[in-house]
T-cell receptor, first 115, second 113 residues
Framework: AQSVSQHNHHVILSEAASLELGCNYS??????LFWYVQYPGQHLQLLLK??????LVKGIKGFEAEFIKSKFSFNLRKPSVQWSDTAEYFC?????????????FGTGTRLQVTL | DGGITQSPKYLFRKEGQNVTLSCEQN?????MYWYRQDPGQGLRLIYY???????QKGDIAEGYSVSREKKESFPLTVTSAQKNPTAFYLC????????????FGPGTRLLVL
């Protein structure tokens, strides 16, 4: 069965520090990749996604992620975090072919940004 | 204003009781999903439906049931057979037109009394 690993469970950074959150998946075929963010008290919302093409994708709020097929990774990055980036971040993978839009989620990384 | 609504925001269940969580979408999406979110475990798929009157079990379907009588609605019933129902339940929907990206509702927190 497909699995998604997010090795960083809780990350604490100071404002303006750089961020990289790891995401690795187990499926060896074609995948669609997603990062979702859940701000405190808010909906889970899409941060960015990769379907095909340029492996470096840019999302909202200055986030980007790089798909490295050889490493089965899709790490999330931001050059300079803000206090408002405090949230929980989830990586998700859809295998192609697969059942509709069935996603497999990682366990999430809680990011805490201090002033 | 398009989106996904879930009600109620909080729900309390007594031992042995069935409860139903509501999920409605006005995005005209074909597919709908139910996830359970527990601390440190991410989101786990309970049931999903790709089309009206059809649904499939996800990874943790035991103790849950669903129906999909209308495109807009996908209610989830947490039955008394679910021994550990306390969790945050998220509904999502997607469509091929939207690139199969899943969009989520605000969630329902279920607590057992």
């Amino acid at each position: 069965a497909q699995s998604v690993s997010q090795h960083n469970h809780h990350v604490i950074l100071s404002e303006a520090a750089s961020l990289e959150l790891g995401c690795n998946y187990s499926y060896g075929g074609t995948v669609n990749l997603f990062w979702y963010v859940q701000y405190p008290g808010q909906h889970l919302q899409l941060l960015l996604k990769y379907f095909s093409g340029d492996p470096l994708v840019k999302g909202i709020k200055g986030f980007e992620a790089e798909f490295i097929k050889s490493k089965f990774s899709f790490n999330l990055r931001k050059p300079s975090v803000q206090w408002s980036d405090t949230a929980e971040y989830f990586c998700a993978v859809k295998s192609i072919p697969g059942t509709a839009s069935k996603l497999t989620f990682g366990t999430g990384t809680r990011l805490q940004v201090t002033l | 204003d398009g989106g996904i609504t879930q009600s109620p925001k909080y729900l309390f269940r007594k031992e042995g009781q069935n409860v139903t969580l509501s999920c409605e979408q006005n995005l005209n999406h074909d597919a709908m999903y139910w996830y359970r979110q527990d601390p440190g475990q991410g989101l786990r798929l309970i049931y999903y439906s790709q089309i009206v009157n059809d649904f499939q079990k996800g990874d943790i379907a035991e103790g849950y049931s669903v129906s999909r009588e209308k495109k807009e609605s996908f209610p989830l019933t947490v039955t008394s057979a679910q021994k550990n129902p306390t969790a945050f339940y998220l509904c999502a929907s997607s469509s091929r037109r939207a690139g199969e990206t899943q969009y989520f509702g605000p969630g329902t927190r279920l607590l057992v009394l």
